[in-house]
């Protein structure tokens, strides 16, 4: 069974950085691209970044280019997010999913709460 | 950027009624249009892929079409578990988007 598994949630100042991570079980992980979406409270689905899984060519929305760098270590089965210079509107749940063009499944989220 | 445009943005329905979704896209995108069901405080879940692809273990009364900037979901029968929000997603291009949602309420 596929497993995703996201951690590294928590709050942060504005300005400040934060590494969120994405444990994958179950499938062949270097095999397949994966993505980031987050999800502000009450709000809809905005896609992140995403990596491939071949040759690591990486992926972002023009909300978050230059401040937040997606990454995987195909050794450990990681995906990770590292976010810096956050701002009040990249508060929001972060999905971590596969990514075989459709994103699926999903793992359960991180929140991310960006508050001084 | 390829901009999705849901209709309708909330529809409330009794059990057994049908839905229809709609999702149109600013410029086409074949059939690289794929739909999410996401229950309350729940992930999303994939319903559909490449526009009309049915998901093992989705059941049968949903339903996907369309291609180019066109797309619907539709959902047969509707049951009570099937109040949540649907999003269509494109994959055709960076950066991939999403439409607004659709939040379906079952009275």
């Known amino acids: 069974e596929v497993q995703l598994l996201e951690s590294g949630g928590g709050l942060v100042q504005p300005g400040g950085s934060l590494r969120l991570s994405c444990a994958a079980s179950?499938?062949?992980?270097?095999?397949?691209?994966m993505s980031w979406v987050r999800q502000a409270p009450g709000k809809g689905l905005e896609w992140v970044s995403s990596?491939?899984?071949?040759?690591?060519?990486?992926y972002y929305a023009d909300s978050v280019k230059g401040r937040f760098t997606i990454s995987r270590d195909n050794s450990k089965n990681m995906l990770y997010l590292q976010m810096n210079s956050l701002r009040a509107e990249d508060a929001a749940v972060y999905y971590c999913?596969?990514?075989?063009?459709?994103?699926?499944?999903w793992g359960q989220g991180t929140l991310v709460t960006v508050s001084s | 950027e390829i901009v999705l445009t849901q209709s309708p943005d909330f529809q409330s329905l009794t059990p057994k009624e049908k839905v229809t979704i709609t999702c149109r896209a600013s410029q086409s995108i074949g059939t690289s249009l794929h739909w999410y069901q996401q229950k309350p405080d729940q992930s999303p879940k994939l319903l559909i892929k490449y526009a009309s692809q049915s998901i093992s273990g989705v059941p049968s009364r949903f339903r996907g079409s369309g291609s180019g900037t066109d797309f619907t979901l539709t959902i047969n029968s509707l049951e009570a578990e099937d109040a949540a929000a649907y999003y269509c997603h494109q994959t055709t291009s960076f950066p991939y988007t999403f439409g607004q949602g659709t939040k379906l309420e079952i009275k």
């Open positions: 999913a596969k990514n075989q063009w459709e994103l699926a499944p």
């Open positions: 990596i491939s899984g071949s040759d690591g060519s990486t």
């Open positions: 179950g499938f062949t992980f270097s095999s397949y691209g």
